[in-house]
């Protein structure tokens, strides 16, 4: 679960759920920040699950500047979408890591 009830507060229902269970075979669209747009371009780049995204994040070493970089620079994210699923990454691997 997340660390203290005050973060909870501040989740977005989306990000509750992702953060709610393993991540399996989820789509990447399932990951907090990714729009319908965004989920199409990761999946023009392969990345159709979201735990292929997680994979990218981790190979960056969890930094979240450089993946959201990444997103913003090779995938077409939006500044917000990236901040949105960089933190919802490392906030799964603050639950299950």
């Not at 319908?36 to 979240?64: D, P, R, S, T």
């Not at 699923?85 to 691997?93: G, R």
Request: proline share 2%; hydrophobic share 40%; with cysteine.
């Amino acid at each position: 679960t997340l660390r203290g009830t005050k973060e909870m507060d501040h989740t977005s229902p989306r990000l509750r759920v992702f953060l709610s269970e393993p991540m399996g075979e989820k789509d990447v669209s399932w990951v907090d920040g990714i729009s319908h747009e965004l989920a199409i371009n990761l999946v023009n780049k392969g990345i159709n699950k979201a735990y292929i995204l997680l994979g990218q994040f981790l190979l960056m070493h969890k930094n979240e500047a450089e993946f959201q970089r990444w997103l913003i620079c090779c995938c077409g994210a939006t500044e917000c979408e990236a901040q949105q699923s960089s933190n919802c990454l490392k906030e799964w691997c603050a639950c299950f890591l």
